[in-house]
Nanobody, 125 residues
Framework: QVQLVESGGGLVQAGDSLRLSCAAS????????MGWFRQAPGKEREFVAA????????YYANSVKGRFTISRDTAMSTVYLQMNSLKPEDTAVYYC??????????????????WGQGTQVTVSS
């Protein structure tokens, strides 16, 4: 079955960087869009960034544009989220997800078919 396994979270200070990884397995993801979402305590899950598996088109939430970069390595079947200039408001559980429609501009969590378990990112001030 499909598995998305996130790693790379942790506790950092404001201004630091982290790189999250999402190892994808269980099927071919050709034509899919791979996304990162996050959820802070008491808040709804929100879209962060997405990338097309085949053509690598990208799309970002305004709140992370210019600070975060999404990429993928199809040979390694892994998606990355490079997070720079982290802020305390970036603190959340970060989830990797996959949507079979390949729509990188789809920001609603309901569009996504598969989800990982999440990795905690905590940014202290």
């Amino acid at each position: 079955q499909v598995q998305l396994v996130e790693s790379g979270g942790g506790l950092v200070q404001a201004g630091d960087s982290l790189r999250l990884s999402c190892a994808a397995s269980g099927r071919t993801f050709s034509g899919y869009a791979m996304g990162w979402f996050r959820q802070a305590p008491g808040k709804e899950r929100e879209f962060v960034a997405a990338i097309g598996w085949t053509f690598a088109y990208t799309y970002y939430a305004n709140s992370v544009k210019g600070r975060f970069t999404i990429s993928r390595d199809t040979a390694m079947s892994t998606v990355y989220l490079q997070m720079n200039s982290l802020k305390p408001e970036d603190t959340a559980v970060y989830y990797c997800a996959a949507n079979r429609f390949g729509t990188v501009q789809a920001t609603a969590p309901s569009i996504y078919d598969y989800w990982g378990q999440g990795t905690q990112v905590t940014v202290s001030s």
